[in-house]
């Protein structure tokens, strides 16, 4: 099947701290990847996204490469600050359009 | 641009009862999708509209689910009867076939329901 797994529990980091948010998938054919974010009391926002292999997103300071040979599309940012306190999904595209989100994983940075 | 707009952004009921939500998608946007989100997990989604028609319902529990959205434009999710275990955030997602950009859905900010 189509499925999204992301890393267990919330990230707790201090500010200018590096960020890594593991994300591995399982896909039939070649899926789209993407990163989501939800900041408190908003709707889900798209962060960055790739659609093939080898492609890298970026957006705000975050990058995720698709990584066909590990199946995973990790995202990092080398700096965070607070206001990158959100809570954050990886996803994928399958059949026509259907997201699969994973889990997603909290993040809080501490000033 | 306006984003999509969702209405009520909370609604407490007690179970057995009906409930409605509305969801506005961007101007122009010709896909609409309805996600539950439960507490902790990502949205799946319920139903997928291309302009007035619902072409991905398989989700969608239809024996007290309904969706509409007859002139292709705004949508509404109905539950009759509510359930204890219907307790969740319903999301609504719009996106444009004619951007190029098909793959890219924008999220409302959800209802929270509570089934009392």
């Known amino acids: 099947g189509n499925s999204v797994t992301q890393m267990e529990g919330p990230v707790t980091l201090s500010e200018e701290a590096f960020l890594t948010i593991n994300c591995t998938y399982t896909a039939t054919g070649y899926p789209s990847l993407f990163w989501y974010v939800q900041y408190p009391g908003e709707g889900l926002q798209l962060l960055l996204k790739a659609t093939k292999a080898d492609d890298k997103g970026s957006n705000k300071g975050f990058e995720a490469t698709y990584r066909k040979e590990t199946t995973s599309f990790h995202l990092e940012k080398g700096s965070v600050q607070v206001s990158d306190s959100a809570v954050y999904f990886c996803a994928l595209t399958y059949g026509n359009n259907r997201l699969a989100f994973g889990k997603g994983n909290q993040v809080v940075v501490i000033p | 641009e306006a984003g999509v707009v969702q209405s009520p952004r909370y609604k407490i009921i007690e179970k057995k009862q009906p409930v409605a939500f509305w969801c506005n998608p961007i101007s122009g946007h010709n896909t609409l999708y309805w996600y539950l989100q439960n507490l902790g997990q990502g949205p799946e989604l319920l139903i997928r509209?291309?302009?007035?028609?619902?072409?991905?319902d398989s989700q969608l529990p239809k024996d007290r689910f309904s969706a509409e959205r007859l002139k292709g434009v705004d949508s509404t999710l109905k539950i009759q009867p509510a359930e204890l275990g219907d307790s969740a955030v319903y999301l609504c997602?719009?996106?444009?076939?004619?951007?190029?950009?098909?793959?890219?859905?924008?999220f409302g900010p959800g209802t929270r329901l509570t089934v009392l």
């Open positions: 997602a719009s996106s444009s076939r004619t951007s190029g950009r098909w793959d890219e859905q924008f």
């Open positions: 509209y291309e302009n007035e028609e619902a072409v991905d």
